[in-house]
């Protein structure tokens, strides 16, 4: 856990256009209201705080004056460091971000002689993101979901931020759906209320890190085993050493028999014993050549085989994913329903929901389910037979290859010796031309041994490694879930305060919502994205809007008052009126929670939220930033 609180302040924010400035206010800590008329550009300046500080903002959400702006430029402190960052303004895409160490004024001040820091939205080997340079600034590890997607200052910000386009029974700020797993909604908020901690993100790490370096050793050795023929058995020391031995022993006793052949004289021999030994030879040739006939015939349906295999197995993938669509096209659309007879074009009569509307059968919800879960599991078996099938095949091939090659070269040697046989007149010229080739042969087989001792050698390393970095996965996943269970008394302990104070500040909502009068417990679950009170979830909208605000500002109280939480003691907040809230409940909630945080004004925190119906008491605090924006006017001077 963290050993101090993480602090992530605004000081100033530069909207600029043309080399101008169109938006420039300096922010204090504690609460800031930016309050004007609706239309006049609130939204506008969040949206580009929120941008200005790493976020993503989809292209469709650029409103045309905003779209205008070339930059924006916020003099930040982060755990005390203060910086200023400085974006481009480019609707639809990524830009990266530029750091300053120093201040706005400091910036200004050095006028052309700035040295800035670029950082892009993904890291190189050169340099980090700017969501790493960020992390690595307010002292947070480079954090990833359980399906190791790595955590960004735009994902964080999803809980910081509380906009307008985000429906209000939501806790986090909405994304594509694409990006917007449940995995990466729980890691936002475990990681923000520090409940991803005691140890378990380093875990991950090593695990993660051993996991790749085991599938990297997997593959390396799939690699040698595929080059190394089936039928020489296993790559073992001992084997090849004693393989080495005999071949060794054997090229001695050929060694002395040639030896031996030379001293003899060259005695003359009948036609007869060549004669024969072009017949055997010619023998081994003829059957040699039916061999290899019958194999080369097998390989070609073996190859058949396997691309049949292939093609059934594309096939499955492609019914797989068909059903998926469908299934898909059926929980959208729901069930196809016609007005006319597909067959006669008569009016069809409407029938109930439990039957088909065209041929009356009876309809069982769980039946559908049922039938599709049935037959997705039996594609899967299918695929997953067939794949076996499919690597059998390959590993007889390859033997197979391996075995018609050797049978070819042995095709080669019968030739060699039926040619000498017939064009040799002495025995023991034939005899010493036989035993060279064998001493070749030898020869180049203990060259093999040799190579295949030092590929040995780099397997066996590689298979200890394999095994020792199975015995380390298995532990460090052992710890991993000790670390979980861990955490689940934690866990209990910030749900139970968070619980408790967004009740307390829901009991002060002034009694629009009588439900909240009495409520018992809040629950929450940032995976599935949404709130309950006591087990309820459906509100009018104005009340579940101060649902939802009265919990990011509960987790805003927590941070003040548990140090072992991440959340930055940062609230943005757009959506004080949001689903037509009056102006008394506004007001109400800005009264409320400006008396809920000056019990804590002796820490640091800051709130930055807009209203278009500021309480006439804090209308002329100094808690306001900027004019009172009135109808007509706007936040961005264009």
Same mark, same amino acid.
């Given at each position: ?22 938006? =420039?206010?300096?922010?204090? !800590?504690?609460?800031?209201?930016? !309050?004007?008329? /609706?239309?006049?550009? &609130?939204?506008?300046?969040? #949206? ?7 976020? =993503? ?23 005390? /460091? ?29 006028? +052309? ?83 991803? #901690? ?13 996991? +790749? ?28 050493? +004693? ?29 007869? @014993? ?25 390989? @070609? ?12 197995? @594309? ?8 059903? &998926? ?38 309809? #069982? ?11 997705? /599991? ?155 009170? =006591? ?12 649902? &939802? ?35 008394? !409940? ?33 209308? &002329?605090? /100094? ?16």
């Amino acid at each position: 856990m963290t050993s101090k609180p993480s602090t992530f302040f605004i000081n100033r924010f530069v909207i600029a256009k043309g080399g101008k400035a169109v938006y =420039d206010e300096t922010f204090h !800590r504690g609460v800031n209201i930016i !309050r004007g008329a /609706n239309s006049v550009g &609130k939204s506008t300046i969040m #949206d580009f705080l929120f941008y200005s500080l790493g976020g =993503d903002i989809a292209e469709d959400r650029w409103n045309e004056e905003a779209q205008t702006c070339d930059a924006v430029i916020a003099e930040i402190e982060l755990n005390g /460091n203060v910086l200023t960052i400085h974006r481009e303004v480019e609707p639809g895409r990524k830009p990266p971000m530029s750091f300053y160490s120093g201040t706005y004024e400091q910036l200004c001040a050095a006028n +052309s002689v700035v040295t800035w820091q670029r950082y892009g939205i993904n890291r190189t080997d050169e340099k980090l993101s700017f969501s790493q340079q960020l992390f690595e600034l307010l002292g947070w590890p480079h954090s990833q979901t359980d399906d190791f997607a790595n955590l960004t200052i735009h994902q964080i910000l999803r809980l910081v931020f509380v906009d307008q386009g985000t429906p209000v029974n939501k806790i986090l700020r909405a994304e594509h759906s694409t990006f917007d797993k449940p995995s990466m909604r729980q890691a936002i908020g475990d990681f923000l209320l520090g409940l991803d #901690d005691l140890g378990i993100y380093a875990l991950k790490q090593q695990l993660s890190k051993a996991e +790749s370096e085991f599938a990297k050793i997997d593959g390396q050795l799939d690699s040698i085993y595929k080059y190394v023929s089936p039928s020489e058995g296993v790559l073992r020391t001992a084997s090849l050493n +004693s393989a080495v031995e005999n071949a060794n022993k054997e090229l001695k006793e050929l060694l002395a028999q040639r030896e031996a052949l030379l001293v003899q004289p060259d005695d003359s021999t009948s036609d007869a @014993a060549l004669t024969i030994k072009a017949a055997q030879a010619s023998q081994e040739i003829a059957e040699l050549t039916n061999e290899i006939d019958i194999r080369t015939s097998k390989q @070609a349906e073996m190859i058949n085989e396997i691309v049949e295999s292939e093609l059934f197995i @594309a096939a499955i993938e492609s019914r797989i994913k068909a059903l &998926k669509e469908s299934r898909a096209a059926y929980d959208f659309f729901g069930e196809v329903r016609f007005k006319f007879c597909p067959s006669c074009l008569s009016a069809l009569t409407e029938s109930s929901k439990e039957q088909c509307h065209l041929c009356k059968t009876e309809l #069982d919800k769980n039946s559908r389910a049922a039938s599709y879960l049935a037959a997705l /599991n039996e594609l899967a078996f299918q695929k997953k037979e067939s794949t076996k099938v499919l690597v059998e095949l390959r590993t007889k091939l390859s033997e197979h290859a391996h075995y018609l090659a050797s049978t070819q070269r042995a095709l080669q040697t019968a030739k060699s010796t039926h040619i000498a046989a017939l064009r040799i007149s002495s025995d023991r010229v034939f005899k010493l031309n036989e035993i060279s080739a064998k001493i070749g042969a030898i020869e180049e087989r203990i060259s093999n041994y040799d190579t295949k001792t030092k590929l040995v050698s780099a397997v066996e390393g590689l298979i200890e490694r394999k095994q020792k970095l199975n015995t380390t996965m298995l532990g460090l996943a052992e710890q991993i879930n000790a670390s979980k269970a861990q955490t689940s008394s934690r866990r209990e302990s910030i749900e139970s305060n968070l619980s408790e104070k967004t009740i307390e500040l829901l009991k002060k909502d002034g009694g629009f919502e009588p439900a909240f009068n009495v409520a018992q417990t809040v629950m929450f679950d940032f995976g599935k994205d949404f709130m309950l009170v =006591d087990g309820r979830s459906k509100f009018s909208a104005s009340s579940e809007t101060i649902l &939802k605000n009265s919990f990011h500002l509960a987790i805003l109280l927590e941070s003040l008052e548990d140090d072992s939480m991440r959340y930055p003691r940062l609230f943005l907040l757009d959506n004080t009126e949001d689903k037509g809230m009056g102006p008394d !409940r506004s007001q109400n909630f800005q009264r409320v929670l400006v008396e809920a945080l000056e019990v804590h004004d002796d820490k640091p925190y800051q709130v930055i939220m807009t209203t278009s119906m500021v309480d006439p008491s804090l209308d &002329k605090s /100094n808690l306001c930033v900027g004019p009172h924006y009135k109808k007509g006017m706007h936040t961005l001077n264009i």
